[in-house]
């Protein structure tokens, strides 16, 4: 029979280990400032915010910490919001509550009756719930708790979670298991899942989840699922998580039972406000619609000589009176569209800038093609001032070896927000754009498309889960630094050792570009295996539409290889900023790791290090397969700080992800060697199997692909 072994449960748990810490001063410090809580205060959400404290405090310090009735005691933990606290110990907190939003919190010493606290508020229950975990975290990474002012506010206001989960429990690009929403069994069996997926994220910030697929199906609107639906807002809402749907354009046909979808219809306008009133009857704070309309293959206003600001709009007004928004995707692309591909979305939107209504967010994807290991800022941030953009990341690795490899995709993010626009000159960072800053936009927003399934920890490999945790962390804070959140996670997950902490966040941090140099060094792109995603297939070029094959993005041939979106070639570099695109454009100084997203150069083309671009790429696959080399190394050291299954569980993974670094190198570098027709630079090693034999593997049943 099947048990849990005890890691395994650590799996589970996520960065919310609790385990009782290694140092015993450190433990009696903490105890002789934390003798009890008090709370003030009754909500759902200061009740799960004050268990979560003695779970976490107790485990931690391994012993039960209680709640108190009253202040009497000496060093008691305090938490409260401002409407529930006392006058007199809101009087001395005027100008931190001054300096936060409504989701912001304050942790501070304070001394009340000649007696010393921690105070954790807020304006609202659930600012004080992300002050809990906030002091929880401080905890964890053993930080000290004796001048504690902490005055903190997120800086974007959705923070959303985008699950592409189908209605059958398949997870499109999901690589941890089927979808965690067991649709069979709501509404009436909760399961502990859920609970503990919003404990997660409300620990790290998330406030907002869309539970379906944007590849929508209607059904998810009809009663029959919207009682479950309303079960699951039920649970995540004491945590702060706002439920969120994708609305299908086409649903007023398919369950409505009406001819047509045309937003200018009247009895469509008026299906999805009677929709809307349904929803919200149940779901009084429902967040509201995702919406993939025209775009691969998704039905959309266009059909109907529409266009999107005509299908966004309507859906807007009919959420409105409800307070509800429209996040509305950019990712669009056609296959009628001889341009290039990455230029669409840009080219269509554009035009619309200012003309959605109030509560529609664009929601645009951090590249111009499609998450890939690597790609520059998409044009649209800079592009859209009278428009709220919303970030869509992916969090779930498509394009990045599924769950298998190791690849921690915070140092991605980081790279994409701190891009710089220009769009109002120098320092118009992607994150000023989406954090509202620069345009003072009222609703803002990121999204990352989870890696979440029901494998026991939750994204299929042990450190994926550090790509949910850094999304949320950067979602709440898009300046924070991707080595510091890594830190964060390592010592909450597994150890406070720091002979662990800096070797393996150095490994994390160097895993990014460990891939890119294993994938698609130098800016290539999209060369990745038909459909599923999964490995190399830089030969595909039997696909219907032309920009679903690699071919179309590498253009590798005896002269050279690249893309030229030069002003000599596509002209994509136009849709930057003067500063960027001069940048880009030329050669000499469009950045090396982006050359071949901008350019098509000669294999004899020389980079800055000297080496002719032949050489160089494949010196840069070398460098990949050696950093994964690398990375295994080091993980081996760390046997003794981390238990038996997870340990092993990472030793594997990075035996495959060694595996499939060698079989990237040796794929692309023989099937692009049939153009350059050079040899393989000395420090390269030689091709561990034929081109032929690469050409001839096949997925049938890769996970994720549906
Ligand atoms: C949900 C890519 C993925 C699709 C995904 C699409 C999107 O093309 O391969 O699986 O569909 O992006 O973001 O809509």
């Not at 007199?88 to 989701?103: A, H, M, T």
């Not at 993005?553 to 570099?573: E, L, M, Q, V, W």
Request: net charge neutral; charged share 20%; proline share 4%.
């Amino acid at each position: 029979m099947l048990s849990l072994t005890a890691s395994a449960q650590e799996d589970y748990k996520l960065w919310l280990q609790y385990r009782k810490l290694q140092d015993s001063e450190l433990i009696a410090t903490y105890k002789s400032k934390i003798n009890g809580i008090v709370t003030f205060g009754n909500s759902e959400t200061i009740q799960v915010a004050s268990k979560e404290l003695q779970l976490g405090l107790s485990g931690m310090l391994g012993t039960t910490i209680g709640v108190h009735q009253n202040i009497a005691t000496e060093n008691t933990l305090i938490i409260g919001s401002k409407s529930s606290l006392k006058e007199d110990i809101l009087k001395n907190l005027k100008s931190e509550l001054e300096q936060i939003n409504d989701e912001g919190y304050i942790i501070k010493n304070i001394s009340f009756n000649n007696k010393n606290h921690i105070l954790i508020t807020g304006k609202t229950d659930v600012g004080v719930l992300y002050g809990v975990f906030n002091f929880l975290r401080l905890i964890q990474t053993n930080k000290a708790i004796e001048k504690l002012r902490i005055v903190d506010s997120p800086k974007i206001n959705l923070r959303i979670l985008n699950h592409w989960d189908n209605l059958n429990r398949t997870v499109e690009r999901g690589y941890a298991g089927f979808s965690l929403w067991n649709w069979q069994k709501l509404p009436d069996f909760i399961d502990q899942r859920y609970i503990d997926y919003a404990r997660a994220n409300a620990s790290i910030g998330i406030n907002g989840t869309v539970l379906n697929n944007v590849n929508a199906n209607a059904l998810i609107l009809t009663p029959h699922y919207l009682e479950k639906v309303e079960a699951l807002a039920n649970v995540f809402r004491p945590y702060g998580i706002k439920v969120y749907l994708t609305a299908r354009f086409s649903a007023p046909i398919e369950i409505g039972g009406l001819k047509t979808a045309d937003p200018y219809d009247a009895q469509v306008i008026n299906w999805w406000k009677e929709k809307a009133k349904e929803i919200y009857k149940r779901i009084p704070d429902f967040g509201g619609f995702l919406v993939k309309a025209n775009s691969e293959g998704q039905p959309g206003p266009q059909n109907y000589g529409r266009n999107h600001v005509d299908g966004a709009n309507m859906l807007a007004d009919a959420l409105a009176p409800f307070s509800g928004i429209v996040m509305w995707r950019a990712f669009v692309y056609s296959e009628h569209d001889a341009d290039d591909r990455a230029k669409q979305a840009y080219n269509e939107f554009v035009p619309y800038d200012g003309k959605f209504r109030d509560n529609v967010i664009v929601q645009v994807k951090n590249g111009a093609i499609d998450f890939q290991p690597r790609e520059p800022f998409h044009p649209m941030f800079g592009a859209m001032p009278k428009t709220p953009l919303m970030m869509e990341f992916q969090i779930t690795q498509e394009y990045l070896g599924f769950s298998t490899h190791l690849v921690y995709l915070p140092k991605l993010y980081q790279e994409v927000l701190e891009s710089d626009t220009y769009r109002l000159g120098k320092g118009s960072s992607v994150a000023k754009i989406i954090d509202g800053s620069l345009d003072h936009h009222k609703i803002t927003g990121i999204a990352g498309v989870a890696n979440i399934g029901n494998d026991i920890n939750w994204t299929g490999h042990p450190f994926a889960q550090a790509n949910w945790y850094g999304f949320g962390r950067l979602a709440w804070n898009p300046y924070l630094d991707s080595g510091e959140i890594a830190e964060e996670w390592l010592r909450s997950t597994f150890s406070n050792d720091e002979n662990f902490v800096y070797p393996v966040k150095e490994m994390m941090l160097q895993s990014r570009e460990a891939v890119v140099n294993y994938m698609t060094p130098l800016g290539l792109h999209h060369i990745m295996d038909t459909g599923h995603h999964y490995g190399p297939g830089p030969w595909v070029s039997n696909l219907s539409r032309p920009e679903w094959n690699p071919v179309y993005y590498h253009k590798a041939d005896k002269n050279g290889i690249g893309f030229d979106r030069s002003k000599t070639g596509s002209n994509a570099t136009g849709q930057y900023a003067p500063e960027v695109a001069k940048m880009f454009d030329n050669v000499a100084t469009c950045p090396e790791k982006d050359l071949l997203w901008f350019h098509h150069l000669s294999w004899d083309y020389k980079l800055k290090n000297g080496q002719t671009l032949w050489n160089g790429m494949a010196l840069k696959y070398q460098e990949g397969v050696d950093e994964v080399g690398k990375m295994a190394s080091t993980w081996d050291k760390m046997e003794k700080h981390v238990d038996k299954q997870r340990f092993n569980e990472v030793k594997m993974l990075l035996n495959i992800q060694y595996k499939e670094a060698q079989w990237w190198r040796d794929a692309c570098l023989l099937y692009f060697q049939q153009f350059s027709g050079k040899e393989l630079p000395k420090g390269v090693e030689k091709p561990t199997q034929t081109l032929d034999y690469f050409q001839s593997l096949k997925f049938p049943f890769a996970p994720g692909n549906n």
